[in-house]
């Protein structure tokens, strides 16, 4: 495997963690597959965690009414270099009936710092 294809692979695999934690409501477990400070741009706004201490309540304060559950539609590699993945990627939250609340697009920049994968920003049309 090359580098890149190794940068790809460490990036997906943060991906499922994170998708893993947030349906498990595992608040340190979700803190472990971003970097912090994180940042996500959304509706005209840059949001800025600079530790993890909120970031998992302040998710489900926008989540939607009756969110019970997220999976990924699809993602795809942009861009990739050793230490950074751009994933092109789509979401759907749900119901805890199965009803989908909405599907949401994002661009993930899945970053290798202090030897480690995960999220360190992205830009979402999520509210």
Known sequence: ????????????????RHMAALNARDAAALAATLHFPHYRLSQGRL???????TYHADFLARAGEGWARSAWDYRRVVASAPDKVHVD??????????????????LWVIAKLGGRWAAQLRSSFAA
């Open 47 to 53: 949001q800025t965690w600079q530790t993890p201490a």
């Open 1 to 16: 495997m090359t580098d890149t294809e190794t940068a790809e692979a460490e990036a997906m695999a943060v991906l499922d």
């Open 89 to 106: 990627l789509q979401f759907t939250r749900y119901r805890g009936d199965g009803t989908a609340l909405g599907s949401f697009r994002s």
